[in-house]
């Protein structure tokens, strides 16, 4: 199994061998996650989503909805 680590720790994108979901590369060589921009861990990830509703959670809600119907309908 070949694993996509930088620091040690395992990039959220790395969900199996060789196949990044991120960027949707399959069949990557590993030296490719030493220097991509996109590397997160799983916990950044989460922590990204949480301010982002945080955010979303302050603004009126006239926004919120413009927000709903760009993005969710
Ligand atoms: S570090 Fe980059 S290339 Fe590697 S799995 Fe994560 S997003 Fe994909």
């Known amino acids: 199994m070949v694993t996509h680590y930088k ?4 990039c959220f994108a790395n969900n199996s061998d060789c196949y990044c979901s991120a960027l949707k590369i399959a069949s990557f060589h590993v030296d490719i996650c030493k220097d991509c921009s996109f590397f997160k861990t799983q916990k950044q990830v989460e922590e990204g ?3 982002a509703i945080k ?4 603004l009126d809600a ?6 709903y119907d760009k993005y969710f309908k």
């Open 49 to 51: 989503r949480e301010k």
């Open 55 to 58: 955010r979303v959670e302050s």
């Open 62 to 67: 006239i926004t919120r909805q413009s927000i």
């Open 7 to 10: 620091n040690t720790e395992k």
